[in-house]
Structures are given as C-alpha cells and as structure tokens.
C-alpha cells in the first residue's frame, strides 16, 4: 500500500483545470470508476472503464467551459485520498455554478482506480 501527499494532488487537479482530457486520463487505471452525484441510482451514475471515463471527463468540460476545482483540503490513507473541493464555473447555458465537492479515490499502483464525488446542492 502506498500513501500519496499533496504533490500527487496538485499533479492531479492540473488537468482537470486546464481542461486536458488525456492528461486527466493519465492519472486514472484503466479499468477506472468515476460516480458523480446526479443519477436515478444511490450512487448517481457511475462510469466504468477509460472509454467511459474519458467520455464523462470530456463531457464535463463541454458542459462547464471554464469549470475550476480549487482544493480546500486533502486527507491521505494507505491507498486512499480525500479531497474537499471548491469548484466554480459557468454552465454551457450561462449559468454561474459555484459549490463544495469532495472526491474520494481509491489509488492502485500510482493511478485513481475509484473516483467517488460528492457535492452539496444550494437550493
């Protein structure tokens, strides 16, 4: 079991905020799992495998152009990583998003095998 830092997390979040599908591939195993909060199921709707991943990722970015995922805190365990997340952004349609996200990742070997985000709703 290995135990990741802060510098794992920065080198993680850089494609996501430039917005780089292959580079935020890199860091994901290839039998991969994302679960993102909306969906019909306990879980959301959850994505497995890198076709399906690579699809999601590419997705999010469509969806929210400028998205950006700012790092509140990180917490580590033997293969495992929490971070809680400030994302903001602007939807496709113009809306601006700003919330509270947490991901929780499941690491093997030096990549994300599991990716599990949360988010809080403001209603």
Partial sequence: MQTYDRAFVETFLKPWNDHDVD?????MADDCLWEIPRGPEPWGTRFEGAA??????????????????????????????????????????????????????????????AKRSYRKVAE
């Avoid at 805190?73 to 947490?102: K, M, W």
């Fill in 23 to 27: 580079g935020a591939m890199a860091l």
């Fill in 52 to 113: 399906a991943v690579r699809a999601a990722i590419a997705n999010t970015f469509k969806a929210t152009p400028d998205v950006r995922y700012e790092l509140v805190r990180s917490a580590f365990g033997p293969d495992l990583i929490v971070l809680e997340l400030l994302v903001v952004g602007t939807s496709a349609n113009g809306t601006p998003l700003r919330f509270q996200a947490c991901d929780v990742m499941t690491m093997r070997d030096g990549k994300v095998s």
